[in-house]
């Protein structure tokens, strides 16, 4: 487990391991935080989401128990080893600043090792300032790349 402060208080992150009623209830609080123009992942999607072995659902809650912040962990095979991928990182408005999101992405980073990625990736909008600072004070650092996409 890996652990941070929000106002103060110890935040605990936690792997999901089943799409309870709390958990659909936090995704429907998240989510339109983190993009006004994608759906709230319904209960069966949740849980397709939490039982997949490509997908590990990390939540970060307050020393009262509330869900603060959300991450999901992408790991997969190619020819070319373990690949893992950080995706959908979100942070409740009023935790945010406070340590959760770094909390969650040094859970990921662990659980990214242990499966034997060597590398994670991640992207992140310029305009998230705070976002990007976080990351490269983790050791995260920018790619010479371009990414490409193709809507289906």
């Known amino acids: 487990m890996t652990t941070g402060r929000v106002n103060g208080e110890e935040v605990t992150v936690e792997e999901v391991t089943e799409a309870t009623p709390e958990v659909a209830a936090a995704f429907s609080r998240l989510v339109p935080q983190l993009s006004r123009s994608s759906a709230v992942p319904t209960g069966s999607e949740l849980a397709e989401m939490v039982a997949s072995a490509a997908t590990v659902v990390l939540f ?22 373990v690949r893992a991928w950080i995706e959908d990182v979100v942070v409740d408005e009023g935790a945010r600043g406070a340590g959760v999101g770094e909390a969650l992405t040094r859970a990921a980073l ?43």
């Open 60 to 81: 970060a809650r307050d020393d009262g128990g509330e869900i603060v912040g959300t991450l999901t962990l992408a790991l997969f095979r190619i020819p070319t080893g």
């Open 110 to 152: 662990e659980r990214a090792g242990a499966a034997g990625a060597r590398t994670v990736d991640l992207t992140s909008r310029p305009s998230r300032e705070a976002a990007n600072r976080l990351y490269r004070r983790l050791g995260f650092e920018p790619r010479d790349t371009t990414v490409y996409r193709y809507s289906v």
